[in-house]
């Protein structure tokens, strides 16, 4: 998927660098522009009225961004932030319109795109709906070394780019202290470590175990 949009619309629009936790703005309404991620990564937040920060989605270089709010010609409710510098392409609106007539098969990669977005944000509700705090921080960590793990030397798999207590908590709807209290105990029975900031997995099967068996009463 990334490979496409990099290969097709890797040469559209204007590249601007943005800085870690910089805001990427999306309020244009018609859109304006729809956008490809040349490097760095960016998350998907939204606030509740109490301020408080939801994080979506993660998204890396070759992902684009923007295009449902061009589709749906509406206002674009979720923030996006750089979680690293970040270079990113403003592709205007009439030049990806030209780049769809003229490679259709970028829809289908949209397609793709939109649905494993959707996958994302839909397996989040459930894990709301029925995981207990560990299920869900478990899951989480599945889910970021699926989206965003490489592999180490030592064959483990670490998921590749910094990350708080308070953003896994955010990731979650859960409280920091609960968080860390979990990821404490994960590292002590040696499920996980933290290299740096970055979250190496040691044991994956002992954490599936734990994301499929962990249900009960919602709690944060």
């Known amino acids: ?45 939204v606030y509740d009225e109490n301020g408080e920060e939801k994080t979506l989605l993660i998204l890396k270089k070759g992902d684009i961004f923007g295009e449902v709010t061009y589709f749906q010609q509406d206002i674009n409710a979720v923030v996006t932030q750089a979680i690293s510098p970040c270079q990113i392409a403003s592709i205007p609106v009439a030049e990806f319109e030209r ?28 894990d709301m709906a029925f995981q207990t705090v560990e299920g869900r921080l478990a899951n989480l960590l599945l889910r970021l070394a699926d989206q965003q793990g490489v592999q180490t030397e030592m064959g483990y798999v670490m998921i590749d780019f910094d990350v708080t207590h308070q953003e896994l908590a955010n990731m979650i709807a ?13 590292c002590k029975h040696r499920v996980i470590e933290v290299v740096n900031k970055r979250i190496v997995i040691l044991d994956y099967l002992g954490l599936q175990q734990m994301a499929n068996s962990d249900c009960g009463n919602r709690q944060r």
């Open 99 to 126: 780049m769809l007539k003229e490679h259709p098969e970028l829809y289908a990669e949209i397609v793709r795109l939109v649905t494993y977005k959707m996958r994302i944000v839909m397996s989040q509700v459930k």
């Open 174 to 186: 859960a409280y920091r202290s609960t968080v860390s209290r979990i990821m404490g105990r994960l």
């Open 1 to 45: 998927m990334d490979r496409l949009f990099l290969e097709l619309l890797g040469d559209c629009g204007v590249l601007r660098t943005y800085e870690t936790n910089e805001i990427i703005h999306l309020d244009q309404i018609p859109p304006e522009s729809v956008y490809l991620i040349h490097e760095g990564k960016v998350k998907h937040l």
